[in-house]
């Protein structure tokens, strides 16, 4: 999750004044997804949560995801 500027291949979403930009081939593979801001004992931040499953291998390679 990072700041951007929308670009041509990117989906915008505004939900309760807040713009979401996303890759449209990505969103296309993880809908739905659903990001909620959660307050914990470790702190407070956005939880990500979709259906989408990496390929083989895990995220990049240099973790055992």
Same mark, same amino acid.
């Given at each position: 999750? $990072?700041?951007?500027? @929308?670009?041509?291949?990117d989906e915008v979403i505004e939900? !309760?004044?807040?713009?979401f930009v996303i890759e449209k081939d990505l969103l296309n #593979?993880? !809908? @739905?997804i659903n990001i909620d801001f959660i307050t914990t @004992? #470790?702190? $407070?931040g956005?939880?990500?949560t979709s259906s989408f499953t990496p390929a083989e291998g895990g995220c990049c390679g240099t973790c055992s995801c």
């Open positions: 999750m $990072a700041l951007d500027e @929308p670009k041509n291949e939900e !309760k004044g807040t713009k #593979q993880s !809908k @739905p @004992p #470790q702190g $407070a956005f939880k990500l």
